[in-house]
């Protein structure tokens, strides 16, 4: 018999504990022949990521000691940390973002010298004995410069420079016979999915490169994950068409593989993202997303036949093909984020590592619901609608539910499909959850893409708000019960949801969030540090702009309680933004607390952050919307609070 609570105060067995356990992540995947590699974090040893193989025995074992910490921060946000090449793992080691060799079984060994470098996106030259990879030179005044060098396999320098001058470089991908590097670049303002190049220059016999040759991509135009087929042929996903498809360069041209509506490519915010590769010349094993669902299939390059895969992931990344078999990083809404083997013959899938195991009963889950609904100008947002759902529990027959409306970082980027406790850990005790893919996101094809382009802080606004509305119209959520969350990005998105359409939502919780915009202009890293240009406007030109979509100034409109939540060590989104939030809520006089975690850069990595972030942010809901706890959580300091907690 289930018994009859109101929403907020079912207990559940998701506990705040197996949420944090839960947000173990994996970052980067590599294949060595049959040997698979990956890299994966550890949220009770402090955010620690290390790198993880799996043998021909099936055995799967830790490579990296205990001191080492596997990542690199080159752009801030990383990816690419690591290779692995003839039974060694060259990898970034967080600490000092030097370059390390490790034989599978023996001790790391410093390959760069000095500190003050950033590496990443590695591949191996064993005709020059050297890795090439993106350097980010922190030594000199001003902006970093990046560029892309060649590290001797000797040890002992820093890197040669191979090719430099623009503001950034990626995917460095040598041809099979060692003749040709492929790389992309651009420059300030873009970011890369605004526009980058794709270019091929010829490697000498000294090591150095020859004339650089422009193959794709322009100012406005994107490229992603340039790729040599087994035979020599240059393989890369672009957007000619509006949509990241499948195309090659051969004979002198650019040939499309498999025109469709669909979408190959992602938003390089990581180094290494993968979406295809190769079982042999012209087979080519892919995942593209379509309506913000990830799909796998063969694509036959010299046919243009794409043949669908049946597998239960909707979230695929980390694509990799070796000897007869592939891999990738899967998930779905009832599988979590897991590492993925696969066999090029019978199409089977076998999963080999999950973030975690999966010990809470279905009758405790949440499987989403794709959602699309109106907006403002005419248009269609989508989102993932998570209904409350508990075994154990119901509520009230006349009572509907919190809703928490999830606005995801980038801001292009996508909510996530696969399983993930941080979402079931609120469905479970009651709540609804909205995972909205707001104009900006990625998935539904460049004009989607591009609808936040000078109107950050309006369209992501607009349909964080109508997705609230639209579900509360359908009794699906209480409308005076609608609380929006958000970290980084989606942080912004909230305090800009909170100050300018203060008549929607009735709490907001701040994770690391932009109140200012000027002032993170000016105080970010430098690969984000014109994105404002795309997305609100040149500065300072239109300073105007900055000044009229900034939250806090405009902290008079705000009406309803906030809680913020950020990392004393961010360098993204410094921890002044969200004092300075909680500064004017707090003098406001409207319920707020600040939790400051020491330690903790962009998006908490340690289990003990991860857990107070979860019980804290309940307990100030539990305050706002009056529910019931059903079990005891340490109170939080709450300004302007009648009982102070």
Request: hydrophobic share 35%; with cysteine.
């Amino acid at each position: 018999m289930r018994k009859t609570t109101s929403y907020g105060s079912w207990k559940s067995p998701i506990t705040a504990d197996l949420a944090a356990g839960g947000a173990t992540s994996f970052s980067g995947l590599a294949v060595d022949g049959r040997d698979l590699f990956w890299s994966e974090s550890r949220p009770t040893e402090a955010g620690r990521y290390t790198i993880m193989h799996r043998g021909s025995d099936s055995t799967v074992t830790e490579c990296t000691p205990r001191d080492f910490y596997v990542r690199s921060t080159v752009h801030e946000y990383g990816g690419g940390a690591f290779t692995v090449s003839q039974g060694l793992i060259y990898f970034v080691n967080f600490k000092d973002q030097r370059l390390y060799r490790q034989p599978l079984e023996g001790t790391p060994e410093a390959l760069t010298p000095a500190e003050g470098y950033r590496y990443a996106d590695m591949v191996v030259d064993h005709g020059q004995q050297r890795l090439i990879c993106v350097r980010e030179d922190h030594t000199g005044p001003g902006e970093a410069v990046n560029s892309i060098v060649g590290i001797s396999l000797r040890g002992g320098d820093n890197g040669a420079v191979l090719v430099s001058g623009n503001d950034f470089y990626s995917n460095p991908r040598l041809s099979p016979d060692g003749s040709r590097l492929a790389y992309l670049t651009w420059n300030h303002p873009n970011m890369p999915w605004d526009g980058c190049e794709l270019r091929l220059a010829p490697v000498n016999s000294d090591g150095t490169l020859g004339q650089a040759r422009l193959i794709a991509g322009s100012q406005s135009e994107s490229v992603f994950q340039p790729e040599w087929s087994p035979d020599g042929v240059l393989h890369f996903v672009a957007e000619q068409t509006g949509w990241w498809n499948l195309y090659r360069w051969k004979d002198g041209t650019v040939q499309a593989l498999c025109p469709m509506q669909a979408e190959f490519g992602r938003p390089m915010w990581l180094f290494g993202y993968s979406t295809y590769g190769f079982a042999s010349s012209n087979r080519i094993l892919c995942c593209y997303t379509e309506q913000g669902i990830d799909r796998l299939a063969w694509l036959d390059s010299a046919s243009g036949k794409l043949t669908p895969i049946a597998s239960p992931y909707t979230e695929i990344d980390f694509l990799r093909c070796g000897d007869g078999m592939a891999a990738f990083i899967g998930g779905s809404s009832i599988l979590p984020s897991t590492v993925v083997s696969m066999d090029f013959d019978g199409d089977q899938v076998h999963p080999v590592k999950a973030a975690f195991e999966v010990t809470i009963d279905e009758g405790y889950i949440s499987v989403p619901q794709e959602i699309s609904f109106p907006t403002a100008g005419g248009g269609q947002a989508h989102a993932l609608y998570y209904a409350p759902k508990n075994k154990d529990f119901a509520a009230p027959s006349a009572e509907r539910p919190p809703l928490i409306v999830m606005s995801h970082g980038g801001p292009t980027s996508s909510a996530m499909t696969s399983l993930r406790y941080a979402i079931q850990y609120w469905t479970s005790r009651g709540f609804a959850v909205a995972d909205v893919n707001y104009g900006g996101s990625t998935g539904y094809g460049r004009e989607y893409r591009r609808r936040l382009n000078g109107q950050w802080g309006v369209v992501d606004v607009n349909d964080c708000c109508n997705a609230a509305l639209f579900l509360a119209e359908r009794g699906l959520a209480d409308r005076d019960r609608l609380a929006i969350k958000g970290g980084s990005a989606g942080g912004y998105t909230t305090f800009a949801c909170l100050t300018f359409r203060n008549d929607v939502f009735s709490a907001g919780a701040g994770h690391f969030g932009v109140a200012d915009l000027e002032t993170f202009l000016k105080d970010t890293h430098k690969f984000e540090s014109r994105y404002g240009n795309t997305l609100i406007g040149p500065y300072p030109e239109r300073k105007d702009l900055y000044f009229a979509r900034s939250p806090i100034n405009f902290t008079e409109n705000l009406k309803c309680p906030l809680i913020l939540f950020q990392g004393d060590e961010d360098k993204i989104v410094p921890p002044s933004q969200s004092q300075m939030m909680f500064d004017a809520v707090r003098l406001k006089g409207l319920p707020t607390a600040y939790l400051l975690f020491h330690g903790e850069q962009h998006g908490f990595r340690k289990a003990e952050s991860l857990k107070r972030a979860f019980e804290a942010e309940l307990f100030f809901y539990s305050k706002v919307f009056k529910f019931e706890l059903a079990e005891f959580i340490e109170p939080v300091a709450i300004e302007n609070f009648p009982s102070g907690t």
